[in-house]
């Protein structure tokens, strides 16, 4: 009798521990991603925002034009950064890019280097240049190295890391909020 009271006790304890455990990894695996937002900067712009696992809150891309009377910089920036966040959800945004969709030029995530364009994130005026725009983005360092990927107009299509940009960019970021 003693010795299954014992056992049950072990078992109730191995199950409480294995479930501790458990939650633990899945809590740590959600502080684990970066969440993207909408927020406006110091200076009122909107702002599409990345907030990483150490809380830190990098400005991605400031939205001061309007893009037509429709999709002012407000609305740009929460339909973008709402973009950005469904990518991180799934996956496909270990590198940003440019391809073309419905004859325009887009900026859009993928899952590896040189790999198709996996979800539009957002659509360039007729006037920029992609590659440009993504220079400008992520600044010049950025830029993933491999072979030369051409695009299916024959233009060089450039690939910049976002966990690597993000990395280096949280370090020059001294506030969180």
């Known amino acids: ?29 959600q502080r684990g991603k970066t969440v993207y937002f909408c927020g406006k900067s110091s200076t009122g712009i909107p702002t599409t925002y990345a907030r990483t696992a150490s809380g830190k809150r990098i400005p991605i891309i400031s939205w001061q ?57 957002f659509t360039l005026r007729d006037e920029d240049q992609p590659n440009e725009v993504l220079g400008a983005l992520f600044g010049t360092g950025f830029k993933a190295s491999g072979p030369l990927i051409q695009s299916e107009d024959g233009s060089p ?12 960019k949280s370090k020059l970021t001294t506030k969180s909020r």
């Open 1 to 29: 009798m003693k010795l299954k009271s014992i056992l049950s006790a072990i078992a109730a304890s191995a199950v409480a521990i294995g479930s501790i455990a458990t939650f633990s990894q899945s809590s740590f695996a």
């Open 65 to 121: 034009k309007p893009w037509s009377n429709e999709f002012t910089p407000e609305k740009r920036c929460q339909i973008v950064s709402q973009k950005f966040q469904k990518a991180e959800e799934e996956g496909v945004l270990n590198y940003l890019t440019s391809a073309v969709a419905s004859n325009s030029n887009v900026i859009c995530g993928t899952r590896r280097y040189g790999g198709p364009c996996n979800i539009v994130l």
């Open 157 to 168: 299509r450039d690939y910049y890391d976002v966990a690597f940009m993000l990395t280096q």
